[in-house]
C-alpha cells in the first residue's frame, strides 16, 4: 500500500524500480555504519589494513568472476525476454558452476602468492588471504543476483546485498573480533556473511524461476555469455580498480595511518557513488530495450527522468558532507578528524556526485552496443588518475589523491556526455541541472548563515542547527519545484 500510495504520479517499470532500489541502497550505504565501528575497534592504523586488503581482493574477485555476471544477466534475459524460462533454470546453474570453478582458482592463487609478502611481517598479506576463501561466494552471489534482474524485480538483491550481507558482516565480524582481536578476524566475518549471502541467493533464483528443464534441453549460447562477460567483465574490472587507484597509491606513498584516513574519506564520499546503483539496474535494462525497437523520444525521457532524480539525491547528500565534513569523519575516531581531511572529502565528494549523476552516460554507451566506446572512456580516466596521482600524492598526499580523482572523474564524465550525444542523440544535461544548482546553493548559504546565530551554544549545536536548516530549506524547495512541474505539465 505504501509503495501504491508513493507511485501515484509515476506508475512507470523505472519507477517502480527505482523506488525499490533506493529502500536497498539506503540499506546499503549503511556500510560506513559499520565501518565507523571497525574503525573504533582497529584503531586508524589497523583500519588501514582492513581497507587495503578489501581493496585488493575486491580489484581481484573482478578477475576471479570473469565478468560472468554480465554475460550471465544477458543469457537469462534473452531466455526470458524470448518466453523460455523453462531453460533458464539450467542455464542459470551451468553459469554459477562456471563462476565457482574459476573463482576458486583465482582465490587459490592469490592465498598462494601473498605467502610471498607474509615473510616480511605484513598483516596485508595475511588478510587477504582470509579475504581470498570467501571470494567464490562473493562471486557466485553477484553471478546469481544478476541473472535474477531481467526480470526488473529488484528486491531480492535489495534483500541480499543492503541487508543480510552487511548486517552478517557486522554481527560476525564484531563476534570474531572479540574472540580473537585483529583485523583478520574481521575479515573472517566477511567469509561467513558471503557464504551465508550466496546460499539465499541460490533460493531466491530458484523461487523466480521455478521452473526448469534437463541440462541436456538448454541450449545456452556461449557466444552470448562469453562476449557479454567479456565486454562489460572488463569494463567492471577496471571500474573497479578506478575506484581504487588512489587508495593503492596513497599505501604506496604514505604510512598506514593515511591509508586509514583517506580510507574513511573514501567510505564516505562513496554513498554518493551507491546512489548511482538507484538507477543503473532498472535503468540500463530499459534503455537497452527502448534502444532496439527505435523509441528514442521515450528513451530520452527515461534518462532525463533518471538524471533529474539523481540530481536531487545527490544535491542533498553533498550539502551535508560539504556543512559538517569533520563531525562525519568523527565517527570514525578521533584520530580521523581535521581541517585537511575534512576538505579532503570535500572535494572527493563532488567527484563522486558529477559520477553518480551525469556518470549514467557509462552504463548508456555500454548497453546500446557502444561498449568499446565506454572502455576506452574508462581507460582515458585510469591514464589521466594515474597521471594526476604520480604528480600531486607525493607532495600533497591524502589531499593531492581527493583532487586527483576528482578532476579525473570530472574531465571523463564531460566527455561521456559528448559521446552519448554524438552516437545515441541523447542529452543529459538541461538547464534542471542550473536550475537545481541555483536553487541548492541558496539553501546551502541559508543553513550557514543562519546557524551562526547559535554559535555561541557550541560546534556541536551550529553544526546541527546548519544541517536542520539545510534539510528544511532544501524539503521546502523540492516542493516548490514539483509544484512548478506540475503547473508546466498540467
Same mark, same amino acid.
Given at each position: 500500500?505504501?509503495?501504491?500510495?508513493?507511485?501515484?504520479?509515476?506508475?512507470?517499470?523505472?519507477?517502480?524500480?527505482? =523506488?525499490?532500489?533506493?529502500?536497498?541502497? @539506503?540499506?546499503?550505504?549503511?556500510?560506513?555504519?559499520?565501518?565507523?565501528?571497525f574503525?573504533?575497534?582497529?584503531?586508524? &592504523?589497523? !583500519?588501514?589494513?582492513?581497507?587495503?586488503?578489501?581493496?585488493? +581482493?575486491?580489484?581481484?574477485?573482478?578477475?576471479?568472476?570473469?565478468?560472468?555476471?554480465?554475460?550471465?544477466?544477458?543469457?537469462?534475459?534473452?531466455?526470458?525476454?524470448?518466453?523460455?524460462?523453462? &531453460?533458464?533454470?539450467?542455464?542459470?546453474?551451468?553459469?554459477t558452476?562456471?563462476?565457482?570453478g574459476?573463482?576458486?582458482?583465482?582465490?587459490?592463487?592469490?592465498?598462494?602468492?601473498?605467502?610471498?609478502?607474509?615473510?616480511?611481517?605484513?598483516s596485508?598479506?595475511?588478510?587477504? +588471504?582470509?579475504?581470498?576463501?570467501?571470494?567464490? !561466494?562473493?562471486?557466485?552471489?553477484?553471478?546469481? @543476483?544478476?541473472?535474477?534482474?531481467?526480470?526488473?524485480?529488484?528486491?531480492y538483491?535489495?534483500y *541480499?546485498t543492503? $541487508?543480510?550481507e552487511?548486517?552478517?558482516? @557486522?554481527?560476525?565480524? *564484531?563476534?570474531?573480533?572479540?574472540?580473537?582481536?585483529?583485523? +583478520?578476524?574481521?575479515?573472517?566475518?566477511? $567469509?561467513?556473511?558471503a557464504?551465508?549471502a550466496?546460499?539465499?541467493?541460490?533460493?531466491?533464483?530458484?523461487?523466480?524461476?521455478?521452473?526448469?528443464?534437463?541440462?541436456?534441453?538448454?541450449e545456452?549460447?556461449?557466444?552470448m555469455?562469453?562476449h557479454?562477460?567479456?565486454?562489460?567483465g572488463?569494463?567492471?574490472?577496471?571500474?573497479?580498480?578506478?575506484?581504487?587507484?588512489?587508495?593503492?597509491?596513497?599505501?604506496q606513498?604514505?604510512?598506514?595511518?593515511?591509508?586509514?584516513?583517506?580510507?574513511?574519506?573514501?567510505?564516505?564520499g562513496?554513498?554518493?557513488?551507491k546512489?548511482?546503483?538507484?538507477?543503473? #539496474?532498472?535503468?540500463? %535494462?530499459?534503455?537497452?530495450?527502448?534502444?532496439?525497437?527505435?523509441?528514442?523520444?521515450?528513451?530520452?525521457?527515461q534518462?532525463?527522468?533518471?538524471?533529474?532524480?539523481?540530481?536531487? @539525491?545527490?544535491?542533498f547528500?553533498?550539502?551535508i558532507?560539504?556543512?559538517? #565534513?569533520?563531525?562525519?569523519?568523527?565517527?570514525f575516531g578521533?584520530?580521523?578528524?581535521?581541517?585537511?581531511?575534512?576538505?579532503?572529502?570535500?572535494?572527493?565528494?563532488?567527484? +563522486?556526485?558529477?559520477?553518480?549523476?551525469?556518470?549514467?552516460? &557509462?552504463?548508456?554507451?555500454?548497453?546500446?552496443?557502444?561498449?568499446?566506446?565506454?572502455?576506452?572512456?574508462t581507460?582515458?580516466?585510469?591514464? *589521466?588518475?594515474?597521471?594526476?596521482?604520480?604528480? =600531486?600524492? #607525493?607532495p600533497?598526499?591524502?589531499?593531492?589523491a581527493?583532487?586527483?580523482?576528482?578532476?579525473?572523474?570530472?574531465?571523463?564524465?564531460?566527455w561521456?556526455?559528448?559521446?552519448?550525444?554524438?552516437?545515441?542523440?541523447?542529452?543529459l544535461?538541461?538547464?534542471?541541472?542550473?536550475?537545481?544548482?541555483?536553487?541548492?546553493?541558496?539553501?546551502?548559504?541559508?543553513?550557514? !548563515?543562519?546557524?551562526n546565530?547559535?554559535?555561541?551554544?557550541?560546534? %556541536?549545536?551550529e553544526?546541527?542547527?546548519?544541517?536542520?536548516? !539545510?534539510i528544511?530549506?532544501?524539503?521546502?524547495?523540492?516542493?516548490?519545484?514539483?509544484?512548478?512541474?506540475?503547473?508546466?505539465?498540467?
Amino acid at each position: 500500500m505504501y509503495l501504491d500510495k508513493l507511485l501515484q504520479t509515476d506508475d512507470s517499470p523505472l519507477a517502480r524500480g527505482v =523506488l525499490i532500489n533506493s529502500f536497498g541502497v @539506503l540499506l546499503k550505504i549503511s556500510r560506513p555504519l559499520y565501518l565507523v565501528l571497525f574503525a573504533r575497534l582497529l584503531g586508524i &592504523e589497523g !583500519f588501514g589494513v582492513y581497507m587495503l586488503a578489501f581493496a585488493i +581482493q575486491e580489484a581481484v574477485s573482478k578477475v576471479a568472476i570473469l565478468g560472468l555476471n554480465w554475460g550471465g544477466k544477458q543469457v537469462v534475459g534473452y531466455l526470458y525476454a524470448s518466453d523460455r524460462e523453462a &531453460e533458464i533454470r539450467s542455464a542459470a546453474a551451468r553459469i554459477t558452476w562456471l563462476t565457482l570453478g574459476a573463482s576458486t582458482l583465482t582465490a587459490g592463487l592469490l592465498y598462494a602468492a601473498c605467502e610471498i609478502f607474509k615473510s616480511d611481517g605484513g598483516s596485508v598479506a595475511e588478510t587477504i +588471504q582470509v579475504f581470498a576463501v570467501g571470494m567464490p !561466494f562473493v562471486c557466485g552471489m553477484y553471478v546469481v @543476483l544478476y541473472m535474477i534482474r531481467p526480470t526488473l524485480d529488484m528486491r531480492y538483491e535489495m534483500y *541480499v546485498t543492503s $541487508v543480510i550481507e552487511p548486517v552478517a558482516v @557486522l554481527v560476525f565480524g *564484531v563476534i570474531f573480533f572479540y574472540l580473537a582481536a585483529g583485523v +583478520q578476524a574481521i575479515a573472517w566475518g566477511h $567469509v561467513v556473511a558471503a557464504i551465508i549471502a550466496f546460499a539465499i541467493s541460490l533460493h531466491y533464483l530458484n523461487k523466480v524461476f521455478p521452473s526448469g528443464s534437463s541440462a541436456g534441453e538448454c541450449e545456452m549460447d556461449w557466444g552470448m555469455l562469453a562476449h557479454g562477460s567479456v565486454t562489460m567483465g572488463t569494463m567492471e574490472f577496471l571500474s573497479n580498480v578506478k575506484q581504487r587507484l588512489d587508495l593503492f597509491f596513497v599505501a604506496q606513498s604514505l604510512p598506514m595511518s593515511y591509508v586509514g584516513a583517506y580510507g574513511a574519506i573514501v567510505e564516505v564520499g562513496s554513498v554518493l557513488r551507491k546512489v548511482k546503483a538507484v538507477f543503473d #539496474p532498472v535503468l540500463m %535494462p530499459l534503455a537497452q530495450r527502448l534502444h532496439l525497437r527505435g523509441e528514442a523520444i521515450e528513451l530520452q525521457e527515461q534518462v532525463f527522468k533518471s538524471v533529474r532524480w539523481s540530481y536531487w @539525491l545527490g544535491f542533498f547528500i553533498l550539502g551535508i558532507f560539504i556543512l559538517v #565534513p569533520e563531525r562525519i569523519l568523527g565517527l570514525f575516531g578521533p584520530e580521523f578528524v581535521g581541517p585537511m581531511l575534512g576538505l579532503a572529502l570535500i572535494v572527493y565528494a563532488i567527484g +563522486q556526485f558529477f559520477h553518480m549523476s551525469l556518470g549514467l552516460s &557509462e552504463g548508456l554507451l555500454a548497453i546500446t552496443g557502444h561498449a568499446n566506446a565506454a572502455l576506452v572512456n574508462t581507460l582515458v580516466l585510469i591514464v *589521466v588518475n594515474v597521471l594526476l596521482l604520480v604528480v =600531486l600524492v #607525493p607532495p600533497y598526499g591524502v589531499m593531492g589523491a581527493a583532487v586527483a580523482t576528482s578532476v579525473s572523474y570530472l574531465v571523463v564524465t564531460l566527455w561521456r556526455l559528448v559521446q552519448t550525444k554524438e552516437r545515441l542523440g541523447l542529452d543529459l544535461v538541461d538547464t534542471t541541472l542550473f536550475y537545481m544548482l541555483a536553487g541548492w546553493s541558496v539553501c546551502l548559504l541559508a543553513a550557514t !548563515f543562519l546557524s551562526n546565530a547559535f554559535a555561541g551554544l557550541g560546534r %556541536p549545536a551550529e553544526d546541527f542547527t546548519s544541517v536542520l536548516i !539545510f534539510i528544511l530549506a532544501f524539503l521546502a524547495w523540492r516542493r516548490v519545484e514539483r509544484s512548478r512541474r506540475l503547473r508546466r505539465s498540467g
